[in-house]
Structures are given as C-alpha cells and as structure tokens.
C-alpha cells in the first residue's frame, strides 16, 4: 500500500458528499439504478453490515482535506463452497445476505461486491489493495471464505459474446482479457462459475431512450454503450430490460 494511505472502515471517519462524489465520478451507467432487487435491498444491507464496508484515504493537512481514494463493501451470507450454490449474482447475494441475518443462519462467506477507485487514481494498483483491505476484514469477522460477482469491465465491447466464453479469452501472456478479471487472478482468485443475469436493470422505453440516448424505434435486441449484453425492448408493453451477465470469482 502507498506510505500516505491509511485502511479503515468508512464508519471511522465523516467524508462530505462532494467527496463521494468524486469518487464515482463517471463510473457507472446512467442506469444503475433500474435494478429494482438492488435498489430496495441496499439501505438495509448499507445499515446491517457497516463492518464490511472499508476505505482507502489519503488524510489532508492544513493546505488539503482528506481524499477518499477508494471504497469497497461486501455482504455475509452461509455458504458451502459448493459453485452452483452461489447466488445467481450480485443482486441475489444482497438479498440473500438479508435473508440470511433474518434467519440468523451461520455466515461464513463474504461475497465481495464492490471496490470503486477514484478515477484520479486508476491503474495504480488501488483496487487490489482495497480488495486486500476488504479480504482481511472479513477474515477478522469469521468470514473464511471469499467470493465476488464481478461485473467485467470490458465486456461491453463484447455484448454479444456469451459470459461463460468471454471469461475464456486470455492474452498473449496468458492473462486475462477482461481487466477487472485479470486484477482478482493476479491476486489469487480463479473463476469458479458465470452468471446470465447477475443484475436485471428495468424500466419503459421512454426511460431507456433518455438513458441511452438511442431512438429505440423497433422491438427486439439493440446495443447500449456501456451495456455488457443487448438491451430487450418491447414496443407493445413500452418496456425494455437488460439482463447483465457475471463471473463469480472465488479468492479463499
């Protein structure tokens, strides 16, 4: 880790809004929020496991405040080890997280579900330190095991190409193609099973055409950029999905 980065939890310090903002800068697709199970699963899983939250910053002095370079969280759920026992992706394992405190099940995984770096330090080697971060604490909590649905970064180059070949397709060195992939391999983390559907962003055309700036004029598939699968769209009821595949990583 850098000399002037300090690991900790988010709870351990306040950080302002413009902050935050800075840190999810240009990160995410304009329609982020249309995954309803995730939208309503997330305050409550926010709240309940705050443990699971951490950060990467670089503390200010008297000329500058603190920077939040990086944050990352994840959630604990009972899990066997067994790959088709995983959740069916990022937003099944937010509510199965839920499910699972309520049951007061014994939860020994932790499902990784995000590191997000500043875009001013992107491509310095702050995302595998966070996910270092994030890995320690939960072995701190009991959490043995360590999975993460990963939402590949370059895939939607490739919407078209099915997730279980896309995870496949390696560089001349043998690495990885994706990169968000090649981040948790470098690490240690290896491909244990792939998802159709880790997320299921929903709304009407009319919400689809202001997110994507496509006219959307026929029913069927049509490429969204930034999207890693084609986006359905039915004139007949006004509404479109995007079901975006995963690949579930298991690093302990």
Not at 128 to 136: E, N, R, T, V, Y
Not at 140 to 146: K, M, S, T
Not at 209 to 227: D, I, K, N, Q
């Amino acid at each position: 880790m850098a000399d002037d980065l300090v690991a900790e939890l988010v709870s351990d310090r306040p950080r302002s809004q413009a902050q935050w903002e800075a840190l999810f800068a240009g990160s995410w697709p304009p329609y982020v929020d249309a995954d309803r199970t995730a939208a309503a699963a997330l305050p409550a899983v926010h709240e309940a496991f705050a443990h699971l939250q951490v950060a990467l910053t670089r503390p200010g002095d008297e000329d500058r405040e603190d920077q939040l370079v990086g944050a990352a969280w994840g959630v604990p759920v009972a899990w066997d080890g067994d790959p088709t026992a995983l959740p069916r992706g990022y937003s099944d394992a937010l509510v199965r997280s839920l499910a699972d405190r309520d049951a007061a099940s014994s939860c020994d995984a932790l499902v990784a579900c995000a590191a997000q770096v500043h875009p001013g330090h992107a491509r310095s080697g702050v995302a595998s330190q966070l996910l270092g971060h994030l890995i320690a604490v939960s072995l701190d909590a009991g959490l043995h095991r360590v999975v993460a649905p990963l939402r590949l970064t370059a895939k939607h180059l490739h919407p078209r190409v099915p997730v279980e070949e896309y995870v496949r397709w390696r560089r001349p060195d043998g690495e990885a193609h994706d990169p968000w992939l090649r981040t948790h391999e470098r690490m240690g983390a290896r491909v244990v099973a792939t998802t159709p559907a880790s997320q299921h962003f929903e709304g009407t055309v009319e919400q689809w055409r202001a997110w994507t700036g496509l006219a959307l004029e026929t029913s069927g598939e049509h490429v969204v950029p930034g999207a890693l699968a084609p986006l359905r769209v039915d004139l007949a009821s006004g509404t479109a999905e995007l079901l975006e595949p995963g690949a579930w990583v298991r690093h302990r």
